[in-house]
């Protein structure tokens, strides 16, 4: 049975059973599109006692659930009168107060002075703080929490609108399981193709989260190509990413092989080190572009282009470049507020460890990507809760030539 | 109910009687009841039902308040107490101060629903032996009926009406004694169908000519059944089960959705009603 978001939870008493008042209620429930669950059901002992059932009204949409919950009214089936969430003001910084509600990824309410209120800036493994008087509810991440902020506690009063899996079937209509390495590519590439292209057209953005492996396979052309046509919009990556890019940029090589012919350069593994030590020299990326220094790549097009970019670092990496973003509960931040600019669909090639990461910040509706030659960086992904994520088991250089190839035919189809 | 009792009715003249407004398909203010034969065809009511040995009540009649001729719908009455109708129509919920202090003046405990639910009273809840049939949907509220259910600790069974000629169950429903009953399907939604029939194993059905004639807005006294002049088929059914019509013209009142029925209210319980089980 389809778990539909909306839902709402009523109460029907009396003879309900003779008057097949019950069966009615049910069936109504069927036949305007909704679904049902009994969560609780007392039958009177002696034909005299009223009986009692709670019924969880399930439908596709707010309007739909609405509708039902008119029709049943009319035969006594009244809401269950919910209660407010209750919370705590946090006692110190940095900690959640006891019995703290824990988030998930997916569209969350909670109820306060009667209303239900949408809980922003969803993200999982968060709490929720609440300022009751606005009607506000947002996550917030334990770290962020200062003494005095309102916290949510326990489940009363929180519901959780989840189940959208429907839309993942809209989106990637032909992918019957998230992640093999033995389904025909052309068709996965073209639904990620449509998905951007459609991401873009209802006025979101495109995220890129982005492993070096793009740059030491060859991606970077296809990539750049992705920039100019507007089909990314932010990126997240690490030092390597960057590092390495600007390395080909500066010296034509990625980890000191020469891209043209795959062979390495001499004293090439110093190259990356040479690189990074020229834009911090200069005082940075940007500075770098401005100066003329660095005139092309990944790194060159986000700044000549506006695509905002968040580097964040690790504690293997050699520099860093001066962008990246040493502390990562800053990174975290930094990648947050790009996130909720407007991120409508996000790709993830070739890292593990930035599209977990990227992966912990996204609210379920935001559908993902995952393009890596390990199959087992989506497995890891999705057992993280990313469960909106559709899986690619290729190397990144193919799978952005087979992306480029099957946006360009689109767009010549439509200039015909 | 028990052998001894003289059957006790409320009635309220029609002094003020008229079609002043329109809130169901029988009334249209283009077709105005005629004030003398009304008056005639009350009387004639009146003076059959206490023919037949009932003791009738009156209530004052009251300007302005046209259907308080009505008194089924004032309540329901059950043992010695009232639970006053709440009228979904505010043209008839005006009614409503003048049954509620007829009943606490003649010792009845008057008891209000909660507010925001309709109920219209012996309208549209109906004893057939120990169970309360129930009319939902067009005036009264399922919530309501469940409520009353609760309030008096008796069976309710809240059967959904259909049709905007049948509004009130007693248009279309009409106990006779423990398991026995006059109905009109048509007026009724499947499920309550497949609950009057599961429920009360002898129906008399009444036809559609008899139906609009309100054949169902019959006063049940003893083995007598007074009942609207036209309902001929339902007469011979009648007689066939026992029972005998008596037939007086109510034209005036159909014009206003009512009948016999409507225009009394059983104040010791009707000759269905089993209520100490």
Known sequence: MT???FHEEVLLEGHIIDSLILPKVLDEILMHGGTYELKEIQIGQRQVDPSRARIEVRAPTEQALREILDAIHDHGAVPVVSEDCQWLAADMDGAFPENFYSTTNHRTQVRLQGEWVDVENMEMDCGI???PERRFATTIPMVRVRRGDRIVIGHRGVRVL???????????????????SEKPKTVTVREIAHAMRRTREVGQKVLAVLGPAVVHTGGVEHLCWLIRRGLINILFAGNALATHDIEQALFGTSLGVWMDRGLPAEEGHQHHLRAINTIRRVGGIKRAVERGVLRSGIMHDCVTHGIPFVLAGSIRDDGPLPEVITDVLEAQDRMREQIRTGVGFCLMIATALHSIATGNLLPAWVKVACVDINPSTVTKLMDRGSIQTVGVVTDAEPFLRALVHELQMSEAEARV | MTAMRQPTILMCPPDYYGIEYEINPWMSRARGAVRETAQTQWRMLYETLVGLGVRVELLTPQPGLPDLVFTANAGLVFKNRFISSRFRHEVRARETPHFDAWFDAHGYTVEHLPEGMYFEGA?????????LFAGYRIRSDAAAHQEVGRMIGKVVLPLELVQGHFYHLDTCFCPLAPGEAIWYPPAFDAYAQRVIRSQIPRLIEVNDHDARRFGCNAVVVGRTVVVNTGCEKLAEDLAQAGYRAVATPLDE???AGGSAKCLTLRLDGEEAAVWDS
Do not use: N
């Not at chain 2, 309208?123 to 169970?131: K, S, T, V």
């Open chain 1, 162 to 180: 989840a189940g959208e899996s429907g839309i993942r079937k809209s989106l990637f209509e032909f992918m019957s399981s998230p992640v093999s």
């Open chain 2, 253 to 255: 009142f159909l014009k």
């Open chain 1, 3 to 5: 778990a539909y978001p």
């Open chain 2, 123 to 131: 309208g549209d809840a109906l004893f057939c032996g120990p169970i």
């Open chain 1, 129 to 131: 703080l609440v300022e």
